[in-house]
């Protein structure tokens, strides 16, 4: 199976406890990358950084609806 048909099979049991449980291991997977990342001697950390990009993109795809940013240009108006 392809990874985005993986992807959207995982997506339709996404109010389920298991993809909760697997979406906050992976939240918590990528922040222990990052705390490694900031001690790691330098030869492990294009690892790391490669971990943390695999592992952002991995949740980004499992949330498609996560919320957009909102850019403010600094103005009072709307």
Do not use: W
Not at 14 to 35: N, Q, V
């Amino acid at each position: 199976m392809e990874y985005k048909e993986r992807l959207s099979e995982l997506i339709l049991d996404k109010d389920s406890s298991c993809f909760r449980s697997f979406y906050y291991l992976f939240m918590e997977l990528l922040e222990s990358a990052r705390e490694r990342n900031d001690y790691a001697p330098i030869e492990e950390v294009p690892k790391i950084q490669g971990e943390i990009r695999i592992l952002k993109q991995l949740l980004k795809d499992l949330n498609p609806t996560a919320s957009k940013r909102v850019h403010y240009d600094g103005g009072f108006g709307g």
